[in-house]
């Protein structure tokens, strides 16, 4: 992978590998920006030490020093600064880091530097250096990076992919065969603590392709749409949730040079995507799936241009096959691996599999297990999400069997959201429920039981505790929770509520 960058950087110094807002940056311009960083990295005391914090802005030296990083070895954790500071600090805690990339710096971050024992380095003003892209001879079993997820205990839970795990990912990305070359350009739509946004500014760079980043203020389908439409972009990864935003104007809409436009993060419903087709009529539209434990995505599914034959259960599109060195099975509530047909636990395993979360031997007993198949260990994850395997080899997907949702392509733990809610209403009971609002979308309504307290400070609690896509868009309380025969909240009841509303 790394060698394809390089290679790219030499032969296509000229041509424009990202623009940024409207300014353009060639891969010359990447190059030198990149080498300037690593070689503040390769001396002491960041020598030293591996684990680097890079924080997010929508600029190239935020993209350069996710790269410098991956040229001298070291292990990148992206750090969001509109996050609440102390899920930021919890971060750096667990990861120990000591060093902090930053393109900025502003008051958000002065704020995160008198909470954390950490050094920043500001990027834009190093001084320049001679390009040096060489390639360390360096473990694959090395971390490439840390990204972290939504956590029960409130606390997010790391998962550490390494170089060997991306790079099979890329392996396996130029192995379904896209047709694309220097010529293309690249959609990335995504928070760089989403690791789809990797695939969106790596895959683009070991061909000579270009990559068009969204702004991160604003309303980002607009983004989406404007860039889509005066750029020309050629290969989009987007979450599904933005087609419901950009529905409304598909009339209007009409981009005949998009190539690819691949979804992930959510269910994908048949329907919208067959309107879709409409607005890019050249297009393959697939399905793609994965968690970040297993690196972006691995398995996929290509959408035919008759609707009539995309595969589906309950409106939501089929998620396909493994890629490459990937592998799927179906397990019953007991581990047994079950046969075509039949739905279970959809469990993965393959080279893009992590090999366990960060620090956290209970959850890694809870997420991982290891069987003996056709004669071969192997250690297969627990993704949560319900599944069968067709007759053609296909997996189709039916939803989650746990207290987990999908909020604008990030994975969500609806108790994290309930821990700090308890953690403000003190004694009263909380319960995080999901809904689909008017135009199809997931949003989380809070419920709190017996309530009397300033639903307004509640809100302010969460909203320095919660990222900003696991706010409860709205917040009420009754007078008692309905419970089912186990004796445990009854949620599908509370969503019969939130229906009648």
């Known amino acids: 992978m790394l060698e394809k960058i390089k290679s790219s950087c030499k032969i296509f110094s000229g041509k424009n590998a990202f623009v940024i807002e409207g300014k353009s940056f060639t891969y010359h311009q990447f190059a030198e920006i990149t080498s300037k960083i690593r ?67 502003n008051e958000k971050i002065s704020s995160l530097s008198d909470k954390a024992e950490v050094s920043f380095i500001y990027t834009k003003i190093l001084p320049q250096t001679e390009v040096n892209l060489e390639i360390k001879n360096i473990s694959e079993n090395i971390n490439a990076y840390i990204l972290f997820t939504s956590g029960s205990t ?15 990912f890329i392996d396996a990305f130029f192995a379904l065969g896209y047709v694309v070359d220097e010529n293309d350009k690249f959609l990335q739509m995504f928070d760089l603590t989403f690791d789809l946004s990797l695939m969106c500014y790596i895959a683009p760079l070991c061909i000579g392709a270009s990559v068009y980043p969204v702004p991160l203020d604003g309303i980002k389908y607009t983004h989406i749409y404007n860039i889509m439409e005066e750029e020309k972009i050629t290969f989009a990864l987007m979450v599904p949730s933005i087609l419901a935003y950009l529905r409304p104007y598909f009339e ?25 087709q409409k607005c890019i009529p050249n297009a393959l539209i697939q399905n793609v799936y994965g968690p970040t434990e297993a690196t972006i995505f691995c398995l ?33 509530e007991n581990g047994k691996v079950l046969s075509a047909g039949e739905k279970g636990e959809l469990c993965l395993t393959g080279a893009q599999l992590t090999s366990g979360y960060w620090k956290n031997p209970t959850k890694n007993k809870e997420a991982f297990f290891t069987i003996i198949i056709d004669g071969n260990e192997k250690t297969y994850y627990r993704t949560g999400d319900v599944a069968f395997q067709d007759n053609e080899g296909d997996f189709i997907y039916c939803g989650r ?43 989380i309504h809070l419920f709190v039981e017996d309530y009397n307290g300033s639903f307004s400070d509640l809100d302010k609690h969460l909203k320095l505790k919660l990222p900003v896509y696991m706010l409860p868009s709205s917040i009420s309380t009754i007078n008692k929770f309905p419970l089912n025969s186990n004796g445990k909240v009854d949620r599908k009841s509370l969503n019969q509520l939130l229906a009648k509303e």
């Not at 909020?407 to 403000?424: D, T, Y």
């Open 39 to 105: 070689f503040i990295l390769e001396q002491e005391p960041c020598a030293s030490e591996q684990l680097i914090g890079v924080i997010e802005s929508n600029d190239i030296e935020t993209y350069c020093s996710i790269y410098a990083c991956l040229f001298a070895g070291k292990t990148f954790v992206p750090l969001n600064p509109e996050n609440p500071i102390d899920r930021n600090v919890d971060i750096l805690n667990q990861t120990e880091i000591k060093t902090v990339l930053s393109a900025q710096s």
């Open 154 to 168: 409130g606390v997010p839970k790391g998962v550490p992919l390494t170089r060997k795990n991306l790079f099979s």
């Open 252 to 276: 209007e809409i009409n981009f005949p040079q998009v190539k690819y436009s691949l979804f992930c993060g959510e269910a994908l419903y048949a329907d919208i995507s067959s309107e879709w």
């Open 300 to 332: 996929t599914y290509d959408l035919e241009k008759d609707s009539e034959k995309i595969k589906s259960v309950n409106g939501i599109v089929c998620i396909g096959k493994p890629m490459l060195n990937m592998d799927c099975i179906v397990v019953d």
């Open 401 to 443: 069997i746990d207290n987990q949702v999908k909020i604008q392509g990030f994975r969500v733990e609806l108790s994290e959201i309930e821990h700090h809610a308890r953690e403000f209403a003190k004694q009263n009971q909380v319960a995080a429920v999901a809904y689909k609002n008017k135009i199809g979308n997931q949003q």
